[in-house]
């Protein structure tokens, strides 16, 4: 309900050289650690929250005390790590952009050959929007559509927060984004809503499962805010 298009959470990162910004935005993994190296702030440590594409943003999080201090143009590094993370017990689980730490104190159960995630909401591939048809989703992001008031009602995805995490029904994002009957597909909100046809809040791809490998959960509690204690 932010009064705006396409907002950011806290830090939005670009490195202005188009290639290390592509290597920035697909090594960097949500939950990854970020320092400032330059400007008032600098030594503060912040959390990788999301990736946005099209304008290609990494976003940090900081606490409020830290967002004061820093200008535009103070330097961050991430230190990037989880990119090629594989479940060995569970090959059809596809693991893209999640900090080993954050899976860690966010998944901790399999049941009936199927991991278990705890999810804020599920949401049906069907109004799944910009993003669609990318052939990779280790970087960037795509949108859940909100115009249709009736599925915005029924998967109460009005109650959508920045750092929910969710499932997204009958979607595959092993090699690319598509629709497909059976599979699951798991990301973070990165950014918030739109009235362009064909976008609104951004999911940062975290998990896939082509064969639905993936039990997903409702869970509160499923934001990196609460399960990194960010707030």
């Not at 017990?89 to 104190?105: G, H, Y």
């Not at 804020?120 to 795509?142: C, E, F, K, Q, W």
């Not at 959508?160 to 969710?166: N, P």
Request: hydrophobic share 40%.
């Amino acid at each position: 309900d932010l009064v705006g298009d396409h907002i950011e959470p806290a830090v939005s990162m670009r490195n202005p050289d188009e290639h290390q910004n592509a290597a920035l935005n697909l090594l960097a993994c949500v939950g990854n650690r970020a320092r400032v190296v330059g400007g008032a702030a600098a030594g503060a440590i912040g959390t990788v929250t999301g990736k946005h594409g099209g304008i290609e943003h990494v976003m940090v999080d900081f606490t409020p005390d830290i967002l004061e201090q820093l200008v535009p143009g103070d330097k961050i590094v991430v230190k990037t790590h989880g990119q090629g993370l594989q479940l060995l017990d569970f090959p059809d689980v596809k693991c893209m952009s999640v900090d080993p730490n954050l899976f860690d104190a966010w998944i901790t159960e399999a049941r009936d050959g199927r991991v278990v995630v705890p999810v804020t909401h599920r949401v049906p591939a069907g109004i799944m929007g910009s993003g669609l048809g990318a052939n990779s989703a280790y970087r960037g992001d795509y949108d859940i559509t909100m115009f249709d008031e009736a599925m915005v009602a029924r998967y109460q995805l009005e109650s959508l927060r920045m750092g929910d995490i969710v499932a997204i029904v009958d979607a595959d994002a092993s090699f690319g984004r598509y629709y497909l009957q059976g599979a699951i597909s798991i990301g973070i909100i990165c950014h918030g809503d739109s009235t362009l046809s064909g976008h609104g809040p951004g999911v940062t791809g975290l998990l896939a499962s082509r064969s639905g490998k993936i039990e997903p959960v409702i869970d509160a509690n499923a934001n990196i805010g609460t399960i990194l204690g960010l707030i």
